[in-house]
């Protein structure tokens, strides 16, 4: 999946931080019932503010993830997209080189 045509989907909540994320072309051929959604399908999409998808993952740090296996969950959603995967692949090597998720 290219970069420019992915959208990120995603759920928050209190209780449970940001999880139920995926990685979809957009435009997507089915409704999904994720809350949130950042990628190309915003109109600033190539606007410095959006330009990355590591921004789009920033942003959920923000939100905050309940455990690092929601976070692992969520990377490897990244892990797909084409000019990503290194970098979200990367983050989860290391997570689970320092001892806190290991699946």
Same mark, same amino acid.
């Given at each position: 999946?290219?970069?420019?045509?992915?959208?990120?989907?995603?759920?928050?909540?209190?209780?449970?931080?940001?999880?139920?994320?995926? +990685?979809?072309?957009?435009?997507?051929?089915?409704? #999904?019932?994720?809350?949130?959604?950042?990628?190309?399908?915003? #109109?600033?999409?190539?606007?410095?503010?959006?330009?990355?998808? +590591?921004?789009?993952?920033?942003?959920?740090?923000?939100?905050?993830?309940?455990?690092?296996? +929601?976070?692992?969950?969520?990377?490897?959603?990244?892990?797909?997209?084409?000019?990503?995967?290194?970098?979200?692949?990367?983050?989860?090597?290391?997570?689970?080189?320092?001892?806190? #998720?290991? +699946?």
């Amino acid at each position: 999946m290219k970069t420019k045509k992915t959208m990120i989907l995603w759920d928050w909540s209190e209780a449970h931080g940001v999880h139920n994320v995926l +990685a979809v072309e957009h435009p997507p051929q089915r409704k #999904y019932p994720q809350q949130f959604s950042d990628g190309a399908c915003w #109109y600033d999409w190539e606007e410095q503010k959006r330009s990355t998808l +590591a921004v789009i993952f920033g942003q959920m740090l923000a939100h905050g993830f309940t455990s690092p296996a +929601a976070m692992v969950e969520a990377l490897k959603q990244f892990a797909v997209v084409e000019d990503c995967g290194p970098w979200a692949q990367d983050v989860i090597d290391g997570i689970r080189a320092w001892g806190s #998720y290991d +699946a």
